[in-house]
C-alpha cells in the first residue's frame, strides 16, 4: 500500500505565491506519473499539471505560465509552485501518484487534499 501526505496549503492573496508538497511512501517499487489535480465546490475534479518519470510535464491551460511541478525521485516527492495565484485557483488540490508496488501490482494513490483559498 503506498501513502500519500500532502502540505502546503493555506491562504494567500491574489498574485501571490504557494508551494504544495507530496511524500509518499510504503510498498513502492517503481513511480511513474506524479500529478496534481483540484477540486473547487461545485466543480469537477481537474488536472492541474502531471509530470512523467522522465520529467516530461503537462499542465492545464489556466496555470499555464504560472504554475511549475516538479519532482525528486529519491525523496518520492513531487511538489507544485503557485505564483501569480487567482481567486479561481481557490480549490482542494489532491496529489496523485501512479507506479508499481514492490509486489509488481500496480498502484493509483491520492493524497488527503489540501486547501488553497485565494482571497483579499
Known amino acids: 500500500q503506498v501513502q500519500l501526505v500532502e502540505s502546503g496549503g493555506g491562504l494567500v492573496q491574489p498574485g501571490g505565491s504557494l508551494r504544495l508538497s507530496c511524500a509518499a511512501s510504503g510498498s513502492i517499487g517503481r513511480i511513474n506519473d506524479m500529478g496534481w489535480y483540484r477540486q473547487a465546490p461545485g466543480k469537477e475534479r481537474e488536472l492541474v499539471a502531471i509530470?512523467?518519470?522522465?520529467?516530461?510535464?503537462n499542465y492545464a491551460d489556466s496555470v499555464k505560465g504560472r504554475f511549475t511541478i516538479s519532482r525528486d525521485n529519491a525523496k518520492n516527492a513531487v511538489y507544485l509552485q503557485m505564483n501569480s495565484l487567482k481567486p479561481e485557483d481557490t480549490a482542494v488540490y489532491y496529489c496523485?501518484?501512479?507506479?508499481?508496488?514492490?509486489?509488481?501490482?500496480?498502484?493509483?494513490?491520492w493524497g488527503q487534499g489540501t486547501q488553497v483559498t485565494v482571497s483579499s
Open positions: 496523485n501518484v501512479k507506479g508499481f508496488a514492490i509486489t509488481a501490482f500496480p498502484f493509483n494513490s
Open positions: 509530470i512523467t518519470r522522465y520529467g516530461s510535464t
